[in-house]
T-cell receptor, first 112, second 115 residues
Framework: AQSVTQLDSHVSVSEGTPVLLRCNYSSSYSPSLFWYVQHPNKGLQLLLK??????LVKGINGFEAEFKKSETSFHLTKPSAHMSDAAEYFCVVSEKGSTLTFGKGTMLLVSP | GAGVSQSPSNKVTEKGKDVELRCDPI?????LYWYRQSLGQGLEFLIYFQGNSAPDKSGLPSDRFSAERTGGSVSTLTIQRTQQEDSAVYLC?????????????FGPGTRLTVT
């Protein structure tokens, strides 16, 4: 069975400082992993995905994530936060493409 | 190109009434999924369709929920005899197929409020 744990429900940063959103997963197989972002009253947008190629994955808007099998982690990072990054972020695992399992989400707050 | 579209964007209904939610997937995407997003439960899988295969209904919460996909394209999610706990945002997604490497593209959702 697959599962995802997002370790923080809320993360607060100042504009221009680094962002770290933590995600741990559990899977019986070699999963694909995704990060999605949801801005207020908007749909989910894919930030990046890992599908067993390079372990360091670069996504849109300067975000990247590193797949660490030994730690079963897939943390999302960005060197410098922007006000427009304020949103809810979801870590997602997929063992089989038919079923995505979402984490509970991390709300990123960015202050000026 | 056009993304996944859903209608209506908002729906308010009285308890006990039936509602239909519509999803238009991205052209060429063979897989279509329905999810429910609510405050207490997060994002839950409801059902998926792949091509002409029988849908996987394993996530539907009760027999009041049903969905169909006509002509391998547009899908309708129907909730009969709505209850207040059905209030949520219903999200539709589509993908090129079922392989785990394919990302799902999400629509903007339908916000359902049952009064």
């Amino acid at each position: 069975a697959q599962s995802v744990t997002q370790l923080d429900s809320h993360v607060s940063v100042s504009e221009g400082t680094p962002v770290l959103l933590r995600c741990n997963y559990s899977s019986s197989y070699s999963p694909s992993l995704f990060w999605y972002v949801q801005h207020p009253n908007k749909g989910l947008q894919l930030l990046l995905k890992y599908t067993s190629a390079a372990t360091l994955v670069k996504g849109i808007n300067g975000f990247e994530a590193e797949f660490k099998k030994s730690e079963t982690s897939f943390h999302l990072t960005k060197p410098s936060a922007h006000m427009s990054d304020a949103a809810e972020y979801f870590c997602v695992v997929s063992e089989k493409g038919s079923t995505l399992t979402f984490g509970k989400g991390t709300m990123l707050l960015v202050s000026p | 190109g056009a993304g996944v579209s859903q209608s209506p964007s908002n729906k308010v209904t009285e308890k006990g009434k039936d509602v239909e939610l519509r999803c238009d997937p991205i052209s060429g995407h063979t897989a279509l999924y329905w999810y429910r997003q609510s405050l207490g439960q997060g994002l839950e899988f409801l059902i998926y369709f792949q091509g002409n295969s029988a849908p996987d209904k394993s996530g539907l919460p009760s027999d009041r929920f049903s969905a169909e996909r006509t002509g391998g394209s547009v899908s309708t999610l129907t909730i009969q005899r709505t209850q207040q706990e059905d209030s949520a945002v219903y999200l539709c997604a589509s993908s090129l197929g079922l392989a785990k490497t394919y990302e799902q593209y999400f629509g903007p959702g339908t916000r359902l409020t049952v009064t």
